[in-house]
């Protein structure tokens, strides 16, 4: 039995008790005798609704939240109006009799009506308050059930929008990478061998990734280098990168692409205008209770604004809003002596908005089975 079952069960007891009392010896000529059924009445009513609250709130503060059983809370509630009609019928009788005392024909004293206004007071008070408590549990049942409606809404839209931000993430550093093994086909075959390997490591990250999975930054980097290496072979040695991360912060996860695209969006909007050595930088380290990555470039720190502007940064920029909210932060700036810097510093302690929904999603799914 729910909270507001019990609640509606009051009410209609409160009710149906004052109707049976007013109402029951309304063919008895004799006004001792309907007075006195009258306070028996109120007064069986109102015990048993007292007794029978305290004993439902009770057992619904220590135990009704610990059990999911709803055949279990229906056996306790018959139990608890069982026992609150019983205690009730007796505490009822025995308070009108060593009150009033009606059995015995005699005149009503003023007690007598003090009593029944006493008892009709309760009978509204316990009516009324249980029906405010009604009314605020389905308003507060109908407010939740919105709440949970929004969530829902909230959470179809952010996969919605990460599998639209994917499908067109996935081709389009994938197309970059095959333009450049078409050019390599012709300028130099023998190394194709080796760029198609590379090539390969990028599919199969690419298409067995899911567009809410989380990727350690370890597996980030590896597809990073694949890329660059790939490049370094279609620009003939002239790109020359370093990769560097802490071993720390090698098995933190992040939404996969931030850096790759980072990378490829730097050397397509600035470095292949470079004629001399491309020098390409990615560092990834922790202060305090954030994960920095920075990559840099020696192109031409005017193109931060077209870069800024590209599909590659901004998908980085929508990953890390929906992952991380107003925790990530991001940055483009050009450097004094020419190239490009991206920024990212992101929580160290508090988990993505992905993994925590994948987690809540898991628990919900656990506790369905359980039940």
């Known amino acids: 039995m729910s909270r507001t079952n019990w609640f509606a069960g009051i009410i209609a007891w409160e009710i149906t008790g004052f109707l049976i009392a007013l109402l029951g010896p309304l063919g008895n000529p004799d006004f001792h005798s309907y007075l006195h059924f009258l306070l028996l009445g109120l007064t069986i009513t109102n015990s048993a609704g007292l007794l029978g609250s305290v004993l439902w709130l009770f057992y619904d503060a220590v135990l009704g939240r610990r059990v999911n059983r709803a055949a279990l809370n229906l056996l306790f509630g018959a139990v608890v109006a069982i026992l609150a009609i019983g205690a009730g019928i007796f505490a009822g009788r025995w308070v009108v009799d060593q009150i009033c005392n009606l059995e015995t024909a005699h005149a009503v004293e003023s007690r007598h009506i003090l009593f029944l206004i006493v008892n ?49 993430l996935n081709p389009h550093f994938l197309l970059d990478t095959l333009n450049a093994i078409l050019n390599l086909l012709y300028e130099q075959p023998q190394k194709v061998e080796h760029l198609l390997l590379n090539l390969s490591g990028i599919y199969r990250k690419v298409l067995t990734l899911s567009h809410d999975q989380l990727i350690p930054l370890e597996e980030e980097l590896r597809l990073v280098r694949e890329y660059l290496e790939i ?32 990378v ?22 922790q202060v305090a209770n954030a994960i920095f990555i920075h990559i840099r470039d020696n ?4 193109m931060r604004k077209s870069a800024e502007e590209g599909f590659g940064i901004f998908s980085v920029k929508e990953l890390l809003k929906m992952a991380y909210g107003e925790k990530a932060k991001f940055n483009i700036s050009s450097l004094p002596g020419g190239g490009t810097q991206v920024s990212m510093e992101l929580p160290w302690e508090s988990p993505p908005r992905l993994a925590e929904r ?9 506790e369905k089975e359980g039940i």
């Not at 192109?299 to 005017?302: I, Q, W």
């Open 120 to 168: 009709l007071i309760f009978v509204f008070l316990i009516a009324g308050a249980y029906a405010m408590l009604l009314l605020l549990a389905r308003a507060k049942s109908g407010v939740e059930k919105n709440i949970r409606a929004g969530e829902e809404w909230q959470r179809l839209e952010l996969e919605s929008k990460l599998a639209i931000l994917q499908a067109r």
């Open 231 to 262: 490049e370094k072979i279609r620009l003939d040695g002239r790109l020359e990168f370093d990769l560097s991360a802490e071993d720390k912060v090698l098995g933190y996860k992040i939404p996969p692409f931030i850096i790759a695209n980072s």
């Open 264 to 285: 490829e969006s730097t050397i397509r909007q600035g470095v292949f205008s470079q004629k001399k050595g491309i020098k390409v930088f990615v560092g990834v380290h």
């Open 299 to 302: 192109g031409m720190g005017s």
């Open 358 to 366: 994948m987690e809540t999603n898991e628990a919900v799914s656990g």
